[in-house]
């Protein structure tokens, strides 16, 4: 851990002068975050309602507040008056990462032209902010998300409603290399849950399905995107199925691959995977998540 870290996770009060410092003048991503709110307000004790300046509307529920300290240190030495519209980041903190990645830093929702796809799939929905983004651009698009964690599919749904989405469906599901069940592993942070496992999941028995399944179950309008950040499973999913996709025609992939298997890099194996099998890689590693964009 650098030394960095080591203060800014510390709750000693020699560090105090410190974090003050990194906190309060150098290095602190709310007000940036904070700029880009139009309103935000507590629905009940668990849940948050955040409108955004561009007319996005975000619902994020939370079961537990245990940020960790670096966290912590931020709000306390934060100038207040910059970050008047974050509120309770404690109990919070996912829904403000999730807008610093969409709407500061942009990450891989700015690679796509959406207008162009008949069906995107959104694979590790999570609360919708993909599908929200890619609506923005596409409102006629037939939108399937698959999403296997419960809360989430509760905010999804919402959300989804909130911004005015037309066409969708969710699928109560996660991606693996066959149908059937599993066990997954949930975490406090709402964008961590995996079937590969962690450190700090709840282990509870999900549905899964394969790729093939999901294509014959539901409506398919080419061309067809398929986003895929599903924290780690997207090498099982494309290794097991990667004799169907090389066969579909007019499919994109867009594939968050900075994700750890067996204490590898998922790209390591997922590019010349696809490259071996006909995909063009269009984009890699432009963004802070190393997201491939491959095309059939």
Known sequence: MSFIKVITNSTSMVFKPLNYLIFRFMNNNLYEINKVIRQAKIIRENQIYIELNNGDKYYFTSYEEN????????????????????????????????????????????????????????????????????????????????????????????????????????????????????????????????????????????????????????????????????????????????EFLKKQKDLTLLIEALHFVDNNETYKELIPLLKNNGFEILDWGSDFRGTILAKS
């Open 67 to 242: 940020p960790p300290n670096n966290l912590r240190n931020k709000i306390t030495y934060s100038d207040k008056s910059k970050i008047s519209k974050i509120l309770n980041y404690e109990r919070f903190f996912f829904i403000y990462d999730l807008i610093e990645e969409v709407y500061v830093k942009g990450s891989h929702f700015n690679q796509i032209d959406y207008t162009k796809f008949g069906t995107i799939i959104d694979a590790g929905a999570n609360i919708g902010a993909f599908t929200i983004n890619a609506s923005n651009k596409n409102n006629s698009c037939n939108f399937i998300l698959v999403e296997p964690e419960e809360k989430n599919c509760v905010d999804l749904k919402q959300n989804l409603d909130a911004n005015g989405v037309k066409y969708y469906n969710i699928v109560k599901k996660g991606l693996w290399s066959s149908d059937g069940e599993m066990s997954f592993y949930t975490s406090n942070r709402a964008g961590e849950h995996s079937l590969i496992g962690n450190d700090f999941g709840v282990e509870v028995t999900i549905d899964i399905m394969q790729l093939e399944s999901l294509f014959e179950q539901n409506t398919i309008s080419n061309p067809v995107l398929l986003k895929m950040d599903i924290e780690g499973a997207e090498l099982e999913v494309i290794k097991s199925s990667i």
